[in-house]
């Protein structure tokens, strides 16, 4: 069995907490007020509610182990529950944007009371493994908020958002994609660690592979710019039905916060209104394109064992790691995540040493990866905590892997992420496998 050789959020649980609260303060700390209430489109959220929501998720785990528990208030629980039916009938989400009270001092106010209640109640009781286990989980669902709430400025401000850390963005120059042949056969799919791991990596089951290979590097720009050029975008043959009728409607032509400017490719993001940079992995793809794109190059998506395998299965000493490059947590030399503070992808061949056993480079952080594989539980699942991952297990699919986005104490070869097939204002890419 691995476990995690450094530090572990088991280790301690207020320190954890205090850190990832701080984290959370410092995304939104250059923000104008003005920023925090917009919502610019009904699948974001505007930066005020990201706020509240991590701490409302707080009180009702306070609530979980203080029988007495009082909440801080009726009508913030209420605009504040994302989803959850069991704790009331939510807020619509497409509307949290029309909300103007609790104000944004109300609502920093409340995410420090709560913060303050926490720690209160961590240094004050001696959780057991299940109290443990449970705030952990809302240490890693504030994790989940704080990549939202990059892909949220993403949309809301790109370059106009000032991080308050900011690293170059490496380069390495033009590298040749490549295809890794993996020998098939049982495979155990799942998480195999003893640290926090969400429900939906559990339990570890044996899956059969066929021999396949997959590709060394995710799909970059340079390479989907082909598919572009190659009219694909304007031809039926390359698209699943339902693909081709979201394509048309909404006039796709390209990746998201793309546009075409005097004969060139531009992205407006994070870094600015730029060329698109060849080397740097495609970003803002849905899964009708990233599917589109492997059937254009003749290969497919990888299913999510395939991913797996590829990333942590050392095969000479026959044993599984956390991470492509073992068990250590990830590290400012290995992969592109949120605290590497690029605000961009790393173009491909930048992280050498956190390539895995079998040679395949950024399966951890700066994109996600799309896999063909049905966001559903595996077989024996039990739930961890009801409504938090169990209640979608319905047309998504399953990304793999992280991004630039990620905080680096989220991210694990098992972790599943899941959005809808249509989706692409996250940061998700492309990795292409196919049968030997
Ligand atoms: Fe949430």
Redesign the pocket.
């Known amino acids: 069995m691995a476990t995690l050789s450094k530090e572990t959020l088991s280790g301690n649980l207020v320190k954890q907490f205090k850190k990832t609260r701080a984290q959370t303060l410092e995304l939104v700390k250059t923000l104008e007020k003005d920023d925090y209430v917009v919502q610019t489109a009904p699948y974001m959220s505007p930066p005020k509610w990201h706020i509240g ?1 991590v701490s409302w ?1 707080f009180e009702i785990l306070l609530s979980k182990a203080l029988s007495n528990y009082e909440f801080y208030s009726e009508e913030f629980s209420k605009y504040l529950n ?1 989803y959850y039916h069991q704790f009331g009938e939510p807020h619509e989400k497409a509307k949290r944007g029309i909300i103007s009270r609790p104000t944004v001092d109300e609502a920093l106010e409340y995410f420090n009371t709560i913060s303050d209640r926490v720690i209160n109640f961590l240094e004050n009781n001696s959780p057991n493994k299940e109290v443990s286990t449970l705030f952990t989980m809302g240490i890693n ?1 504030e994790y ?2 704080q990549e939202l709430l990059v892909y949220d400025l993403q949309h809301l401000l790109a370059d106009g958002y000032r991080p308050v850390q900011k690293n170059p963005q490496p380069t390495t120059g033009s590298m040749e994609q490549k295809s890794i042949k993996i020998e098939g056969g049982l495979y155990n799919l799942g998480y195999s660690g003893s640290d926090f791991c969400y429900d939906i990596e559990l339990p570890e089951h044996r899956v059969y592979l066929n021999n396949y290979k997959i590709d060394a590097f995710p799909v970059t720009n340079q390479e989907y710019v082909k598919f572009i050029e190659d009219g694909c975008y304007q031809d039926y043959k390359y698209w699943l039905s339902d693909g081709w009728d979201v394509v048309k409607a909404n006039k796709w032509e390209a990746p998201m916060y793309w546009e075409k400017e005097n004969g060139k490719w531009i992205i407006h993001d994070f870094l600015g209104k730029r060329n698109i940079n060849p080397n740097e992995p495609v970003c803002h793809v849905s899964f009708y394109e990233a599917d589109a794109y492997s059937k254009w190059t003749g290969k497919r998506l990888p299913t999510e064992a395939e991913w797996e395998k590829a990333a942590c299965w050392n095969k000479e000493k026959q044993t599984k790691t956390i991470f492509p490059w073992g068990n250590e947590l990830p590290i400012e030399n290995k992969a592109n995540l949120l605290e590497s503070y690029i605000w961009a992808c790393s173009e491909i061949g930048s992280y050498p040493e956190g390539k895995s056993h079998y040679g395949c480079h950024q399966m951890i952080g700066d994109v996600w990866e799309w896999t063909c594989s049905e966001f559903t539980g595996y077989p024996g699942f039990k739930t961890g905590f009801s409504e938090y991952n169990d209640k979608w297990f319905s047309n998504q699919k399953v990304l793999r892997g992280g991004s630039f986005g990620t905080p680096k104490l989220s991210i694990r070869s098992s972790y599943r992420n899941f959005f809808r097939l249509d989706e692409r204002w996250m940061l998700s890419g492309i990795r292409c496998a196919e049968r030997v």
Do not use: I, P
């Open positions: 929501h998720l994302s669902h989940q908020h």
